[in-house]
């Protein structure tokens, strides 16, 4: 289905499970798409309604090209959309990188309205470690050489690569491609003005002591830019557990499946109880 904004950006959604099953809604990082979470969602909906979407700027999803049209707090309205148009209750969210940045402020703003979260190989602020001379540098050729020169930069660079990553590329048929997909499949104008916005965003780690729902941390033992600050939210958040998947870089879906998904499925039947 496509889902539409208020400001009338459409939004590829897929949509699984009964509509009475509690809610789960997967929300991707930057670069990513609505398929990082889909080798899962069969397992998933035999208990839940899932939900997983492609954010303004990637994938299937509308691309505006106002710079205005992107922000954290405008992803997070756009996931708050989606989660009433599909009509998710008792909703349980998982934020992947930019997209637990995102569902951090959907869940600051209005923590009533989710049932539990697991952030994944996220942030409470800016990630510690990058270079800001560098993001400039990433930031000026996606506005002024495109994509395909980034990509140049972006390979050379590889801030969020892991051993566990090139291993998938490596051996997984079609995930080159697929990876290949995602990156060509975003908007340049959403890239540099999200990105810009992450490495200069405030830190809500002192917020986060607010949350009164069950908390989980996920993160691959390889993330080197994301594991501190996963073990600084688990310990602020009252009750929040940590799960530190061996053998996983930034993304554990992909990089450690079957244990990835345990550490999902212990959260969500704990959840459930």
Excluded: C
Aim: proline share 6%; charged share 25%; hydrophobic share 45%.
């Amino acid at each position: 289905m496509r889902v539409e904004t208020d400001d009338g950006v459409g939004l590829a959604t897929l949509v699984a499970g009964r509509a009475e099953a509690p809610g789960l809604l997967f929300v991707h990082g930057i670069g990513g798409a609505k398929e990082d979470f889909t080798d899962h969602v069969d397992a998933f909906a035999r208990d839940h309604r899932v939900v997983v979407f492609d954010h303004r700027g990637h994938g299937e999803s509308d691309a505006p090209d106002d710079p205005a049209a992107y922000s954290l707090d405008r992803l997070a309205a756009d996931t708050r959309v989606v989660i009433e148009s599909t009509g998710l209750h008792d909703v349980r969210v998982l934020g992947h990188s930019m997209g637990g940045m995102v569902v951090r402020r959907l869940v600051l703003a209005a923590p009533d309205d989710v049932a539990a979260v697991v952030f994944m190989d996220t942030s409470a602020g800016a990630p510690p470690g990058l270079d800001r001379e560098i993001v400039a540098l990433g930031v000026e050729v996606a506005r002024t050489e495109g994509l395909a020169v980034l990509k140049e930069l972006s390979d050379e660079l590889d801030l969020l690569g892991s051993p566990s990553y090139q291993r998938v590329l490596a051996e997984r048929p079609g995930f080159r491609q697929y990876a290949d997909y995602k990156w060509n499949a975003q908007s340049a104008v959403m890239w540099a003005r999200m990105v810009e916005e992450i490495v200069h965003q405030p830190d809500q780690l002192a917020e986060l002591a607010t949350l009164r729902i069950p908390v989980r941390g996920v993160v691959g033992d390889e993330d080197a830019t994301f594991l501190q600050p996963m073990r600084d939210i688990v310990a602020t958040v009252p009750g929040a557990e940590l799960v530190v998947v061996p053998g996983a870089g930034h993304s554990p879906q992909f990089e450690n499946p079957p244990i990835w998904q345990k550490a999902m499925e212990d959260f969500l039947a704990r959840v459930a109880r």
